[in-house]
Nanobody, 127 residues
Framework: QVQLVESGGGLVQAGDSLRLSCAAS????????MGWFRQAPGKEREFVAA????????NYADSVKGRFTISRDNAKNTVYLQMNNLKPEDTAVYYC????????????????????WGQGAQVTVSS
C-alpha cells in the first residue's frame, strides 16, 4: 500500500508563491510517474501537472503553464509543485497522485490513470 501525504498549502495573496510537497511511502516511488490535480468548490477535479519517473519529462495544464513547476526528488520519495504568481482562480484543494506507469503519455491528464491519491492540501488565493 502506498501512502501520499501533501503539505505546504495555505492562504496567500494574488501574486504570491507557494510550494506543495507530497511525500510517498514505500520503496517504489522512483519507478512511477507522479501528478498533481486540483478541485475547486463546485467543480470537477482537474489535471495540473505530471512528471515522469526520472523527472526528465513534464506536462502542464495550459492554465498553469509558465507559473507552476513540478519536480521530484527520488532519494527523498517526494514530488513538489512550485506555484508562482498565484491567482484567485488557483484556489482549490490540491491532490498528488501516483500514475500507474513510469512514463507520461497523452492520457496523463486523466485521473483514471493514477492509482494512489493523497488526502489533499488546501490552497486559497485572495485577491
Amino acid at each position: 500500500q502506498v501512502q501520499l501525504v501533501e503539505s505546504g498549502g495555505g492562504l496567500v495573496q494574488a501574486g504570491d508563491s507557494l510550494r506543495l510537497s507530497c511525500a510517498a511511502s514505500g520503496r517504489t516511488f522512483g519507478s512511477y510517474a507522479m501528478g498533481w490535480f486540483r478541485q475547486a468548490p463546485g467543480k470537477e477535479r482537474e489535471f495540473v501537472a505530471a512528471i515522469s519517473y526520472s523527472g526528465r519529462s513534464t506536462n502542464y495544464a495550459d492554465s498553469v503553464k509558465g507559473r507552476f513547476t513540478i519536480s521530484r526528488d527520488n532519494a527523498k520519495n517526494t514530488v513538489y509543485l512550485q506555484m508562482n504568481n498565484l491567482k484567485p482562480e488557483d484556489t482549490a484543494v490540491y491532490y498528488c497522485a501516483r500514475r500507474s506507469v513510469a512514463l507520461l503519455g497523452t492520457d496523463s491528464v486523466g485521473a483514471s490513470t493514477y492509482d494512489y491519491w493523497g488526502q489533499g492540501a488546501q490552497v486559497t488565493v485572495s485577491s
